[in-house]
């Protein structure tokens, strides 16, 4: 498709070329202005192709990148083992697979701490 759209850009300035040219009544200092400015908007389009083909590159890359981070991501399993958590007392606090803390001695069974 942009190609499609530089085609047509660059049909349309050789339509001004041609026009420029076939006018005969045109002085020389207005057809040096015409081709002088369809000269820079060439180079102009040359530039933003060359842009778009450069953020295509960067967003492939980028789009590899995040996959790879999703992949390292996905092959993390969570721990769903209870973790100790050290408390004052003699009953000592674990921890859920949901994050909260439970004592796990007979004395506190049950009671959770936050």
Sequence with gaps: MADDVCLQ??????????????????????KY??????SEL???VATLKSNIQETKESNQRMA??????????LEEKPTN???QVA????????????????FATP?????TIF
């Design 9 to 30: 850009i660059d049909n349309a300035l050789n339509a001004i070329v041609d026009v420029t040219d076939k006018g005969r009544i045109l002085k020389k200092v207005l």
């Design 33 to 38: 202005d015409v081709h002088e400015t369809v």
């Design 42 to 44: 060439r180079k102009l």
């Design 64 to 73: 590899v990148e995040v996959k790879q981070l999703k992949e390292a991501v």
């Design 81 to 83: 083992q209870p973790r």
């Design 87 to 102: 408390t004052s007392s003699n009953c000592h606090a674990v921890l859920n697979s949901r994050g909260t803390a439970a």
């Design 107 to 111: 004395c506190c069974e049950n009671e």
